[in-house]
């Protein structure tokens, strides 16, 4: 039998995934670490589990970004889907321009941006707080979805609303039965990506946000100066671990759905 050489690309790859996975992987084994000092192994222990459990600002701050991500995420369904549909509907020069401003807040620094909302919500008065958070994370949020459906809109056949316009639907009808059924998976993704970014987000969450209300990055944030605990590292653990969960149920729902349109066919 021959051999098989180890090529080039094969090393390439074999780095890639070790500087991705590597520190998830170390991420996980210290979380079960005895010592208090990260970078020390002092043996295996579920103290930190147990001190998570018992926090409540750690929680409370997870709710609040949870809270967070999905009000932001939701609005910013809404107004990006409208906004890529009308504008779908809208033949004009100045399509490509409002396309730029829909996606300048993605190209502007995101210090800048923050500095931005800090100023704007001063101006108007607006109270620091979830309110601010939730206006100051749709806002960049938009793009994301906006060009998702936006480019689903682009790649849709346009003969299947004008056959429904010419049974007699109305616009609305159209609109719920025909497009948005068409549009939701693009929808959904840059949903996913959306509550992502605001779960993520640190900077414009510092300069938005109230003394009351405090998210799970900026909690994680203010604790590097005081050193994170292998707490931290079990936290991220359990949310790995939730995340991955969600994939493989999404990953089989996908699946049996799949299964079941084949059935149909038969």
Not at 29 to 49: D, P, Q, T
Request: proline letters at 4%; aromatic letters at 10%; one cysteine or more.
């Amino acid at each position: 039998m021959k051999r098989k050489k180890i090529r080039p690309s094969h090393l390439f790859l074999a780095l890639v995934l070790a500087l991705m996975y590597l520190p998830i992987l170390l991420l996980v084994i210290y979380s079960f670490n005895e010592s208090k000092i990260s970078s020390v192994w002092g043996g295996f222990s579920l103290k930190w589990y147990q001190q998570l459990l018992a926090d409540e600002k750690m929680f409370e701050a997870l709710a609040n970004s949870i809270l967070l991500g999905i009000s932001s995420s939701v609005c910013a369904a809404i107004i990006g889907t409208l906004g890529a549909f009308g504008m779908s509907k809208v033949q004009s020069r100045a399509n490509t321009a409002v396309e730029y401003l829909a996606t300048l807040p993605i190209m502007i620094p995101e210090i800048i941006l923050a500095m931005v909302f800090l100023a704007f919500f001063s101006l108007l008065g607006l109270p620091f707080g979830m309110t601010t958070l939730i206006l100051g994370h749709t806002a960049f949020c938009i793009p994301y979805i906006f060009m998702l459906v936006k480019a689903r809109l682009v790649g849709m056949d346009p003969s299947l609303t004008e056959a429904a316009k010419d049974l007699g639907a109305s616009e609305v009808r159209v609109f719920f039965d025909i497009t948005l059924p068409l549009i939701t998976p693009a929808i959904a993704s840059g949903m996913v990506l959306s509550f992502a970014m605001s779960f993520d987000d640190v900077l414009i969450s510092l300069f938005v946000t109230g003394v009351n209300v405090n998210t799970l990055p900026i909690l994680v944030y203010t604790q590097i100066k005081t050193g994170v605990t292998p707490e931290i590292n079990a936290l991220c653990t359990l949310m790995l671990a939730a995340t991955l969960l969600l994939v493989l149920v999404s990953a089989w729902l996908g699946r049996e759905k799949q299964h079941s349109i084949e059935t149909k066919g038969e």
